[in-house]
């Protein structure tokens, strides 16, 4: 969900800071105050092509932030998308100069096509062609399956499996079918196999080799040491020393301490001297073994670094390629049983693809009435919808099926595609019957509608406003609406004015608190004059706008 809107230099507005929240929020205002100029800063922050006649006159760059919060949903397409994000929070900021263009997502620096890829996620905008998942034909058959019952998702569960299954049986047909490149796959298992099998590693053999490795290369100096250390201990006179420590013994008892101690010292030497001794016999410098240590660590590296570094898998990785090659050897047996269980597959394909077929055109049945029903309340006379199928070339995961949703919105007139209606009004008005009927299966959070009540009035404006206040249940939609009857349903009201001091010109928002909303309203009924009948007027257009709620 939006919560932030941050704007600064861009257009009329100097600086504003909006704190949107869930519900209905109406932005309202003045003739010319800068009401679109909010859309098109949410635009530019999703990545819409920027015009540096944007920035406002005297300055040298303008900028706009929106701060998002995350459902699980969002997370879980983020995360897909490798974007990175703390706190269940997203901001996104561009800054337009005259030379160049910024865009960051949670302050790291990205392209405008990865700003672009996430915008689908998070936020519509009607009104205008962007941003707009429901004109996206692609989308269409992801709403009417969200539209059928249980058994379509387990049917589709149920070809997603038999279609993966096809697609891995297919394509090692494929691996096989190609002589030449078998061949040679052939061959470089066989090798692969070999070397791991001749170098027949050991479990901790490279360590052990590594520490007789590190006694070879520092044989020289570990003989040096021990020679010079046993030459001080054969010299030391410590034998005399405790003879004469023991005539004095004699003299003072308490002297018997040092004498044992002296013993206890002249044993350890004698026994260290000893063990000295025998490691310096068995010290030789064998070249041969310190050369085959060598060349064993340089095996055991080579088959780690291009294998594994763990013994383990270079065991299970050897036994995968022992596998692959007995199915490229034997693969002519091989791929009259795979071909027979890509035939029973396709079957199973196709029966389900027929099936979920009829169940989705059932189902439009009934959805195309409903959508004709929430047009026609919203003025569409004469009104005529379809969801058209048409069969694709090639079956899919989701079936064999193509839907397209055409609109004719005039008698006489043919049915075209969502994307060709001409009007953003009345486009605005189609997205928000289509929001109304698909409210419980789309999960986009965040709706704008921006030209809702162009060529609107009466019973059909009170129609757009309780629709308008229905779909924001749960979700948020915002909307720029110049109709008391769409203002009054707003759970918060926005009011853009503009102001002058008499040298520059700036935009400002406005949260209205109730008796605020109230004098809007009236403003909107009865223009700039308001009289205390406008007033109370407006007054009981809230109250009862409230009791509804």
Do not use: W
């Not at 519509?124 to 034909?137: F, K, M, R, W, Y």
């Not at 009201?493 to 008796?515: A, M, P, R, V, Y």
Request: glycine share 6%; hydrophobic share 35%.
């Amino acid at each position: 969900m939006l919560i932030e809107l941050h704007i600064k230099n861009l257009a009329l507005i100097k600086k504003a800071d909006i704190y949107f929240k869930e519900g209905l929020s109406v932005l309202s205002g003045e003739t010319g105050a800068g009401k679109s100029i909010l859309i098109d800063s949410i635009n530019l922050a999703l990545g819409a092509k920027a015009n540096k006649d944007i920035i406002r006159t005297g300055e040298n760059e303008g900028f706009v932030e929106l701060i998002f919060t995350l459902d699980e949903k969002r997370k879980e397409k983020l995360r897909a998308m490798d974007i990175s994000f703390e706190d269940d929070m997203l901001i996104l900021t561009r800054k337009i100069s005259t030379s160049r263009s910024v865009c960051r997502i949670n302050d790291e620096t990205v392209t405008l096509n990865k700003l672009r890829e996430i915008t689908d996620t998070l936020i519509d905008i009607h009104g205008q062609h962007e941003h707009q998942s429901l004109l996206s034909a692609g989308n269409n058959l992801v709403l009417l399956d969200s539209f059928c019952q249980a058994e379509l998702t387990k049917l589709k569960k149920e070809l997603s499996n038999d279609y993966g299954e096809l697609k891995k049986i297919n394509q090692r047909i494929q691996e096989g079918i190609d002589e030449r490149l078998r061949k040679r796959e052939i061959d470089i298992l066989d090798f692969e196999i070999n070397e791991i099998k001749d170098a027949n590693i050991k479990v901790n053999e490279e360590e052990e080799l590594e520490q007789v490795f590190k006694k070879g290369k520092n044989i020289s100096k570990i003989n040096d040491v021990l020679v010079e250390l046993l030459s001080e201990l054969e010299n030391e006179s410590i034998g005399s020393n405790i003879r004469e420590v023991s005539d004095i013994a004699s003299l003072d008892d308490s002297l018997n301490i040092v004498v044992s101690n002296l013993n206890t010292i002249e044993d350890l030497i004698s026994e260290t001297v000893h063990y000295i001794n025998r490691y310096l016999d068995s010290l030789e410098y064998n070249e041969r073994e310190y050369d085959r240590v060598i060349e064993r660590l340089d095996t055991i590296r080579h088959i780690k670094s291009k294998y594994s570094n763990d013994y383990n898998k270079i065991q299970e990785l050897l036994k995968e390629k022992e596998k692959r090659l007995n199915f490229l050897k034997d693969f002519g047996e091989e791929v009259v049983i795979l071909r027979k269980s890509a035939g029973k597959l396709e079957e199973s394909i196709l029966e389900k693809c027929n099936d979920i077929s009829i169940i989705r055109k059932n189902v439009a049945i009934t959805l195309t009435e409903r959508i004709k029903e929430e047009l026609e309340d919203l003025n569409f006379l004469g009104v005529e919808f379809e969801i058209r199928f048409t069969k694709k070339d090639k079956i899919s995961r989701d079936g064999y099926d193509a839907v397209d949703f055409l609109i004719s919105t005039n008698p006489g007139q043919p049915l075209k595609p969502l994307q060709m209606v001409a009007s953003g009004g009345e486009l605005s008005r189609i997205m928000l019957a289509l929001k109304t009927v698909f409210a419980s299966s789309d999960d986009i959070k965040t709706l704008i509608f921006d030209e809702i009540d162009t060529g609107i009035s009466g019973k059909t404006a009170v129609k757009v406003g309780e629709k308008l206040k229905n779909i924001s249940k749960g979700r948020q939609v915002l909307c720029i609406s110049h109709l008391p009857q769409i203002a009054v349903m707003a759970d918060q009201n926005l009011f853009i004015s503009k102001s002058t001091d008499g040298k520059t010109t700036q935009t400002n928002i406005d949260l209205l608190d109730k008796e605020g909303k109230i004098k809007e309203i009236a403003r909107l009924i009865g223009g700039n004059g308001l009289t205390q009948g406008v007033l109370e007027t407006a007054r009981e257009m809230v109250q009862e706008a409230d009791s509804r709620r």
